[in-house]
């Protein structure tokens, strides 16, 4: 626990990340008791300014939320009207009809949507509700009660020297404690992986999986547009290299949403999945629709994958992790914000009843029945082995066996493959550098394909740079020592910003930098660095990138 006096605020719940799960808990936990008292921190410089998701939302859990969300102006007006899937090769693409595919697939009622301006409107109706919404607030530590349970958390700390200690404008942030504390930080939070750990919440349960979502928004010829229309695609570039996939949305004003994912269990350390990305973007196919166009907008953020035998035990004492922080990523539908929502609902439901029966402090053993038996069970258990059918044989047989196991999954709730087991880590899965070729790439082009700074530019990135480095080396010998030499270095590569390099300068040894202001938050080298040697901390407030529209 920091020696540092701080001032203290006190909530009945204090929730931390105002992303489509914390928004909903704090809609929720309003409209059963307009009296509770409930704080939002987001660490971004505003609501949605570091939300990145894909994203065609199944209104399942607005509906739930708010089933009047189209009277009351939500930013959702783009419904899906053409679903398509196709296998890519080198110079063309195979499209996979619809019909064969589980009926849980089908994008029939959804919307292509922005959540970051979905996340701004939900802040919107929490704060008419009484939430107190608070964004440039990143949590940097957890407030532990004498009794060992989670009481808060620490908020608003800025202005520390590079090396830690305080600086001349130290502001050393306040305490927010809570009753309950819901941890809502998405994917890899840096509180959440705390508590986990703490508490052994992944005890008995499969390693978390994760991938590398890539996303550009690109304004095309209005010729080319095609409003509502999901496609998305496996196989080239990446073909026995990596798992992974992509997306390309139309959504409106003559924008698309194109993305690239790369499972982040692939083995070959000389891959570089932002250069598969750019590769991808000149496929006939795609290069066709992005000719004549612009790029506007470029972000990243790893996704979990692990699915329904990768869920955590989502309570402890003090509090609940949601959505993304506990992994509820649907991966063959490509959609997690439905479920994030859905947690949401049922922790504020789960809490409001405690409240009212005097309890504070203790675990919501409700909220973690709900989340195993309610929704989120019913969309995850029925698609929960094609994520390691993937890893373990390969695209043809996770669409195959997969396909099989959904199908039956879904329309009886028994799955024939029963639970596969992920096994390793994607940490673990990196192999050596010796034992794989390395892989050779085109130069960026600058008009289909760009490299990662001029991009990173388009993510509106700042970090301030006298403060401590937030990308922190539990042993800062291991890049060179045993990272360089065993997997050449692999953070060069699965970067999607740059911020890593191997430095060689004639006469001295390699040196390994950090260029921390470069970082979009996407938590890819705190998941896939060899020898989990790096471990990703919230910089202050406000910093990181600002998105206008992902």
Not at 145 to 162: K, L, Q, T, Y
Not at 239 to 256: K, W
Not at 269 to 285: A, D, G, N, S, T
Not at 452 to 480: F, G, W
Request: charged share 20%; aromatic share 8%; proline share 7%.
């Amino acid at each position: 626990m920091s020696d540092i006096e701080r001032e203290a605020m006190d909530y009945d719940v204090v929730i931390v990340g105002a992303g489509p799960a914390g928004l909903s808990a704090a809609i929720r936990l309003k409209q059963l008791d307009p009296d509770l008292e409930v704080v939002v921190l987001e660490k971004g410089s505003e609501v949605g300014a570091h939300i990145l998701s894909g994203a065609v939302l199944d209104p399942c859990g607005l509906d739930a939320l708010l089933p009047d969300w189209r009277e009351r102006g939500a930013p959702i007006s783009v419904p899906v009207r053409r679903d398509n899937f196709y296998l890519l090769g080198t110079a063309g693409g195979l499209r996979v009809p619809n019909w064969p595919m589980p009926p849980l697939m089908s994008n029939h009622g959804c919307y292509i949507v922005s959540m970051c301006n979905v996340c701004r409107w939900m802040a919107e109706q929490a704060e008419a509700l009484g939430v107190e919404v608070f964004p440039g607030m990143s949590c940097s530590e957890l407030v532990w009660g004498e009794d060992g349970r989670v009481s808060g958390v620490v908020a608003g700390e800025f202005g520390r020297n590079p090396d830690g200690t305080p600086g001349e404008g130290f502001e050393p942030g306040m305490e927010l404690r809570g009753k309950y504390v819901f941890l809502g930080e998405g994917v890899r939070g840096s509180l959440s992986k705390q508590v986990m750990e703490h508490f052994n919440l992944s005890d008995g349960r499969e390693p978390q999986k994760f991938g590398l979502g890539m996303k550009e928004i690109w304004e095309v010829d209005p010729a080319k547009h095609r409003e509502g229309t999901v496609t998305h695609t496996m196989g080239w570039p990446l073909g026995r290299n990596a798992g992974g996939g992509s997306f390309i949305y139309h959504l409106d004003n003559n924008q698309v949403y194109v993305g690239f994912v790369v499972h982040l269990n692939y083995a070959n350390p000389h891959l570089q999945p932002y250069m598969e990305f750019q590769r991808f973007k000149h496929h006939p196919m795609v290069a066709g629709l992005l000719e004549g166009g612009k790029r506007v907008a470029y972000g990243a953020r790893a996704i979990s994958e692990g699915g329904w035998q990768s869920i955590p035990k989502t309570v402890f004492p003090g509090g609940a992790l949601l959505g993304c922080a506990a992994g509820l990523v649907n991966v063959p539908r490509i959609k997690g914000n439905h479920n994030a929502m859905l947690s949401g609902i049922a922790a504020a439901e789960a809490a409001q009843a405690a409240l009212a029966e005097g309890r504070q402090g203790d675990e919501l053993s409700a909220y973690e029945t709900a989340l195993r038996s309610g929704p989120v069970a019913r969309d995850l258990k029925p698609v929960r082995n094609v994520k390691p059918l993937w890893s373990k044989m390969g695209l043809g047989a996770s669409l195959a066996l997969g396909g099989l196991d959904m199908w039956i999954g879904g329309l009886t709730g028994w799955n024939p493959l029963g639970t596969m087991k992920h096994g390793k880590t994607d940490a673990e899965a990196t192999g050596k550098a010796a034992d794989y070729p390395r892989l050779e790439y085109p130069r960026p082009d600058g008009r289909l394909s760009f490299d990662r700074l001029t991009n990173v530019s388009y993510s509106m990135t700042n970090h301030a740079e006298n403060q401590p480095c937030h990308l922190r080396l539990k042993d800062e010998s291991v890049p060179i020592g045993v990272n360089l030499p065993e997997y050449d270095e692999p953070a060069q590569r699965y970067c999607p910003a740059g911020v890593y390099e191997v430095v060689r300068e004639e006469g001295n040894a390699p040196r390994f930098v950090i260029n921390f202001q470069n970082c979009v938050h996407c938590k890819t080298c705190d998941i896939k660095d060899p020898s989990q040697n790096i471990d990703w901390a919230t910089p202050q407030g406000g910093d990181g990138p600002n998105y206008p529209n992902m």
